[in-house]
């Protein structure tokens, strides 16, 4: 396997498509206008958005291949492996692509609340689809982000070209946020599947693991956590471990009937390591200790 690149600056970045670099730290290509590029993998130091209008190669995100729909965004964050399946093959990139380097936006608003924009943890999977309208809003957002970058440099441009980024976020975050909701039936059937895999996770030797994690339910379910976790927050009101905590509250209500069991038993069989651990969690939620809830049943 050949070495995977590293991506650590914006010129670099340019330099690789055969574009002029107009600021050391943001750049914005028409990839129309790119040299065709040897596909590889890299290691990014940027936060990259593509923005795709036609179906290209096969991109790798983590250790997964995804075949790219049209008018699809990928978000990729610092320290996240992307890239193409390395075979030798040139590809002519296509679409739009924003990079910026985390210094450009350290101190700024963008900066303090990068982290709530979930999407760039997002598994490749997970791309965002835009329709024909909300693809005009991305580029009439990409093009003020190019006038300013071709605008001379003065006082004001950071502050112009970080808050038209942030504005480019917003939207993106408005457009899952509609993604989520169209694709309510595929939810609900992640909901059954979740639902299904936790009441499954009880009556497996899986349970001698512990508690389930959200880590470990988004696994199984072939999500990132950060998407899950979002997609469950939507459909239910509850963040992806309260909905968790309150099934296994459920299911441990059932079981607490079974007098034949003790509630040391019933706690280790619902994988946890100290009894009292189960007992905490299940006051902090029903509002009684495990046995006052047998007593009053």
């Not at 991506?7 to 055969?18: A, Q």
């Not at 440099?153 to 112009?160: F, G, Q």
Request: glycine share 4%; charged share 25%; hydrophobic share 35%.
């Amino acid at each position: 396997m050949k070495p995977i690149t590293k991506l650590e600056s914006v010129t670099h970045f340019n330099e690789e498509r055969g574009q002029e670099t107009l600021h050391p730290l943001v750049t914005l290509l028409d990839q129309t206008q790119s040299n065709p590029i040897r596909v590889h993998r890299f290691l990014s130091d940027l936060y990259i958005v593509f923005f795709k209008h036609e179906k290209c190669a096969d991109i790798i995100y983590g250790r997964s291949p995804y075949d790219y729909q049209e008018e699809s965004l990928l978000f990729i964050a610092p320290g996240q492996l992307a890239g193409f399946e390395e075979d030798g093959t040139v590809i002519q990139p296509n679409g739009w692509a924003l990079a910026f380097h985390p210094d450009l936006i350290r101190g700024t608003n963008l900066g303090k609340t990068m982290r709530d924009y979930h999407f760039f943890s997002y598994d490749i999977r997970e791309a965002l689809h835009v329709s024909t309208r909300e693809k005009q809003i991305l580029l009439d957002c990409f093009g003020k982000i190019r006038d300013e970058l071709a605008h001379p440099t003065d006082k004001h441009s950071r502050k112009l070209i970080v808050s038209n980024i942030e504005l480019l976020l917003n939207y993106c975050e408005r457009f899952y946020d509609r993604q989520f909701i169209s694709r309510a039936y595929v939810n609900k059937d992640v909901l059954n599947k979740f639902e299904e895999l936790i009441d499954n996770y009880f009556i497996t030797d899986q349970r001698l693991a512990g508690f389930p994690t959200v880590a470990y339910c988004a696994e199984q379910l072939h999500l990132s956590p950060k998407y899950f976790g979002d997609l469950i927050k939507k459909e239910t009101g509850q963040s992806a471990q309260e909905y968790i905590q309150n099934k296994v509250i459920a299911i441990a209500k059932e079981r607490i009937f079974d007098t034949s069991k003790s509630i040391k038993e019933i706690a280790y069989e619902m994988g946890f390591k100290y009894p009292q651990h189960f007992t905490r969690m299940f006051k902090q939620h029903a509002g009684q200790s495990p046995q006052d809830f047998r007593s009053l049943n």
